[in-house]
């Protein structure tokens, strides 16, 4: 089903031409790479036909949701600039905003809707997922194993749309070695069989064990007996409502944690990490199934990280994979618990981005393959010491221009991190010990008569450990998700399939083989870290964009669809 | 066929800038990952401090290698980064403007303005961009394997005698009439360099190359800015 009138132009295919007029499903859209890829596409392929864009909340809730993503978001800076004062008709002619939830049937949307879209769109992109590492596994099997299954429902009943997934390079489990790009096998990394629809039912049983465990009357009975103990050691008699509200509030809190570790002890008694990786292979799996009724793709990325260039250098958002180790160097603490050698598999979202669409134009030419892996350690092998490195020689540029004071220009600048054994004694862990018995002493530990003035310093100096412990257990929490990628597993992802796919558009090449990792890390990526990423981690407020013009999603007569001819392709993509 | 063009050879130390080699191997081996890194290398460099001195009037090639094992083990970043900070927080101040002078003056006239350095390619090139009217820049290379430094410059070492032997080649090669050149040195090694062209001159000259200056009827100049 090749369209020859997209081929053999310098031996590739046009990406402008294969989606020229398509009709795409997007969800996922308000995530990191959902909105670059959908301002990419605004940007660079505006003739499109058109972007419905599945995002939650009912009736003008989306909508609102979604004018604001664009109004706010500096994804889409560069083409509020680009259009002036036309955004809002601009957008609004390429993109329906549709109320949804890929985790519901029918992806939550009504029935006319369904099947409007059923009959119209040509292509699913489907990067909607819960991308937290450990969270409660009733939120996980949603997002991203139903999520998954209610796209293929929609693709199944379309007959004619394809589906492109997005998953993540690390379905590959607690491995060592090159990583082929295969579908996930019968077995799970950690040697037992898999069979998607029996590990699927498996983990319906799971949550409704734990449920049943929590719903237990023993197990509330033991909830009340501590609320009564607790309330009697501080002098209160509970009455019987606040009693049942806290009894109430225990059990809710104790279920959210039961199914997170539910979900946690599972994923690893089968040899991936987390929950997040392995419901994202449990969700491959059960698209594999379905293959032979659903022309489907998968792609996974590996650690998305900063954009080379488009929206912008440096664009990131999030507490994403090398943030935390990056802020790590930039600290007192030298000790990044990573092994020397290993590689972290980083690539920038607009890397992403480009691989996306090349897949997604495969998938409409009907020359795809089943598995895409996007990493650069196969094209680009970036080490995880070399990257520490980077981080502290980036901290020390950074800090002898911008230190806070002497300290920091001076002895903080030069205190270089790097790679080191988990067990090290001066590892995160330690230090957090050591600096919260620090706070203890300085709040109740020390002598009763003292001057004002030092009890004054040291009430402050203990809030400011305070906060430094809490934010060290922050960074620990992830440094510990973290460590099968950056210590225990030595894993290279192999990224060969999209090669086949030769792009004569230069902008859309997928070529990670480019990226000069020093000038990436010290000038692009760390920049981007401290401007986007790190105000979160310091609890600092986001910055976000005012258009000149605010952007507002018209009503479909006022923005008609942009008209696709030949002329009118060519026209824009020059 | 006569050639056509002239050129003016400035050695960088010396003549450009006031400090030399050793003072950048140990700025960086001061730099280093690591405290028993740092103190290890840096004792290193001060140790072939009087070695570079001793060698330096005569075996400036023997010299520079041992001045430069100080950077093995040191990441291809590490160099890059502190090369850039180095040149911008202490080269700068060394830089003789006496000397730029010079290197206006070449280029306003027509040369081709060539640059000699022993100081490695990551420091050199960056001061290049710093200071203008410079055409050519040749300066010596650290050898890298996998990422880090060897220890090692990669061959040819500048700074020798064969300071001489490349000259006629690059000469050959840019078509230049040396009769017609200018060079300025500082060092013994520099002589080769200094009596291969019509228009020598020794600047802040060591005693080897004073005296040698003194007996060839060589202008010398003196200046400390």
Redesign the interface.
């Known amino acids: 089903m090749s369209d020859a009138g997209t081929a053999g132009r310098a031996g590739g295919w046009s990406i402008r031409e294969t989606l020229a007029g398509k009709r795409v499903l997007l969800t996922g859209a308000s995530g990191f790479v959902g909105k670059v890829w959908l301002a990419m596409m605004l940007d660079r392929l505006p003739q499109i036909g058109r972007i419905y864009v599945l995002l939650r909340g009912k009736g003008r809730g989306a909508r609102e949701r979604f004018e604001k993503i664009v109004n706010e978001s500096p994804v889409f800076k560069p083409l509020h600039e680009a259009q002036e004062g036309r955004m809002s008709e601009f957008v609004s002619q390429r993109v329906e905003v549709v109320a949804g939830d890929v985790s519901a049937p029918k992806l939550g949307m009504d029935d006319a809707t369904y099947e409007r879209l059923v009959a119209d769109v040509d292509v699913v992109l489907n990067f909607a997922g819960l991308v937290d590492f450990n969270p409660d596994v009733r939120d996980a099997l949603a997002s991203n194993v139903d999520g998954a299954m209610h796209v293929a429902d929609f693709c199944e009943r379309s007959g004619r749309a394809v589906l492109l997934h997005v998953s993540t390079c690390y379905v590959a489990g607690h491995r060592d070695g090159r990583v082929p790009e295969a579908p996930v096998g019968d077995r799970s990394p950690g040697g037992k069989p898999l069979q998607a629809q029996a590990e699927y039912a498996a983990l319906q049983q799971l949550i409704a064990d734990v449920h049943a465990e929590n719903d237990d009357p023993a197990t509330e009975a033991s909830l009340r007996d501590d609320v009564l103990r607790r309330l009697a050691e501080r002098g209160h008699e509970g009455d019987y409502k606040r009693v049942t509200d806290m009894v109430g509030r225990l059990k809710r809190k104790r279920l959210r944690e039961n199914m997170a570790k539910a979900g946690t002890d599972r994923a690893k008694s089968l040899g991936w990490p987390n929950t997040y990786t392995y419901t994202k292979a449990l969700a491959e799996a059960l698209l594999q199934q379905r293959a032979d009724r659903v022309r489907v793709s998968v792609l996974r990325p590996a650690i998305v990280e900063s954009a080379t260039e488009f929206p912008f250098a440096g664009w990131n958002e999030g507490f994403n994979t090398s943030g935390p180790l990056v802020y790590l160097a930039g600290t007192w603490f030298r000790h990044v618990p990573a092994a020397a050698g290993n590689p972290l598999d980083v690539i920038p979202v607009d890397f992403v981005c480009k691989a996306i669409t090349i897949v997604a134009c495969a998938l409409l030419r009907d020359e795809a393959s089943p598995v895409y892996q996007c990493g650069s350690s196969d094209r680009n092998f970036l080490a995880i010491d ?1 990257l520490t ?2 981080s ?2 980036g901290h ?2 950074h800090l ?1 221009e911008h230190g806070a004071n002497a300290l920091e220009k001076l002895v903080l600048s ?1 205190w ?1 991190a ?1 790679a080191a054994d988990p067990e090290h004694v001066l590892n995160v862990t330690n230090i957090r010990k050591l600096m919260a018995q620090v706070t203890r002493y300085l709040k109740h530990g020390r002598p009763e008569k003292i001057p004002s003035e030092v009890r004054e310093w040291a009430d402050d100096m203990s809030k400011t450990t305070d906060n430094g412990v809490r934010k060290l257990r922050q960074i620990e929490d992830v440094l510990e998700l973290f460590m099968p990628f950056t210590y225990e597993h030595y894993c290279v992802f192999v990224c060969r399939a999209i090669d086949r796919h030769v792009i004569i558009e230069p902008e859309f090449r997928f070529a990670p083989e480019t990226i000069e990792w ?1 000038s990436y890390w ?1 000038d692009v990526h760390m920049p981007g870290l401290r401007r986007w990423c790190f105000p979160e981690y310091e609890d600092k407020p986001k910055e976000i964009y005012t258009p000149k013009t605010p952007f507002r999603l018209l009503d479909p007569p006022a923005a008609a669809s942009p008209s696709v001819t030949s002329t009118s392709v060519g026209e824009v993509g020059s | 066929m006569s050639a056509t063009h002239t050129a003016a050879f400035f050695r960088a130390e010396g003549v450009l800038v006031s400090s030399g080699v050793m003072h950048a191997a140990m700025f960086m081996a001061g730099q280093r990952a690591g405290m028993r890194e740092r103190a290890l290398r840096f004792g290193q460099a001060l140790a072939s401090v009087p070695v570079f001195g001793l060698l330096g009037q005569n075996d400036r090639t023997l010299g520079n290698r041992v001045a430069h094992l100080c950077y093995r083990d040191m990441t291809e970043d590490r160099v890059v980064v502190l090369a850039e900070e180095y040149v911008e927080d202490v080269l700068l101040e060394k830089v003789l403007d006496s000397g730029v002078e010079l290197l206006r003056k070449a280029k306003a006239d027509g040369h081709r303005v060539v640059v000699l350095s022993e100081g490695i390619g990551e420091i050199m090139h960056r001061l290049r961009e710093r200071l203008r009217y410079v055409d050519d820049l040749i300066c010596n290379a650290l050898e890298y394997r996998d990422g880090k430094a060897t220890g090692k410059l990669r061959e040819p070492v500048i700074g020798g005698y064969e300071g001489g032997k490349w000259l006629k080649q690059y000469a050959a090669e840019h078509d230049l009439d040396l009769s017609r050149s200018f060079a300025y040195g500082t060092h013994g090694p520099d002589l080769l360099l200094l009596s291969a062209v019509g228009h020598p001159c020794a600047v802040n000259p060591d005693p080897t190359l004073r005296k040698a200056a003194r007996e060839a009827d060589w202008p010398v100049m003196d200046y400390s800015a």
């Open positions: 070399r490195e980077l502290a020689l020390r540029k002898r030069r270089d790097k020093r010290l």
